[in-house]
């Protein structure tokens, strides 16, 4: 079995220390020495700033603190340690979701759901290394859920298949922005384009590839070369995938109403 490429999990600090964290019940330490006081929030800003920057990988705790000009015993104070960071982190990163009241009905309101996920991935790439199948139940986790599953209340669907059809949306988004993260990083890397790589080896490639063996193959990827420029396009295909989830979404819930 392939192993999971996230090293970082949600859940994995101290329940009740991670718990009290989240929902900032924790007393703040004193000012020690006249020195200007650290707090919860400075912690995690700066930790997020490390891990938009550089990644997840490059996370640490002394990396926090070199980033606040402390030493870094004086983080844990306020922090135990990485795994209730992380939890800290992303229950902020939770809060960039914006609650914009939707019109039209359930299908634009929870299409802008997928594509407020979409750019949180965006701009914080290092959420995608992050296993959240124990996600850190904070304010914002909680107020996220609770706004997104308000797109579907009054469709007809069960609570079981609105928290399903939920989890398929932004699952979509998911696996789509990893993908649109991994190509850019690929060209980071290596200095040229997906399109400048195609146009590299789609020649010597077609010289090799028997076309009466592969004809369905050859034909396809001719054609997706020629619309996108590459043979995967992640912005289209998380469109393309969307709207044909919606369509989905739209005969379950015509059903459950008709019924």
Known sequence: MAKDATKDHSGGGDPARSLALLWRKQTQAPVRNGRRDLSVDRIVAAAMAVADTDGLGALSMRRVAD??????????????????????????????????????????????????????????????????????????????????????EGTGLTDIEMDTVLNLVIGHAETAARRAVRATATEGDTGVTDEQWWRAHGPVLSTLMDRERYPLAARVGEAVGSAHGTAYDPAHNFEFGLARILDGVAALVASRQSG
Not at 103 to 122: D, F
Not at 130 to 136: D, I, L, Q
Not at 141 to 150: H, P, R, S, T
């Open 67 to 152: 980033k606040l000009n402390v030493g870094t015993m004086s983080l844990y104070t306020y922090v135990p340690g990485k795994a209730e960071l992380i939890d800290l982190m992303l229950d902020t990163v939770y809060a960039e979701a914006e609650c914009a009241e939707g019109t039209g009905g359930w299908r634009p309101r929870l299409e802008a759901v997928a594509r407020q996920n979409w750019a949180l991935y965006h701009r914080h790439p290092w959420m995608l290394r992050v296993g959240v199948s124990r996600p850190p139940l904070g304010p914002n986790v909680m107020a996220k859920y609770d706004y997104e599953l308000g797109t579907l």
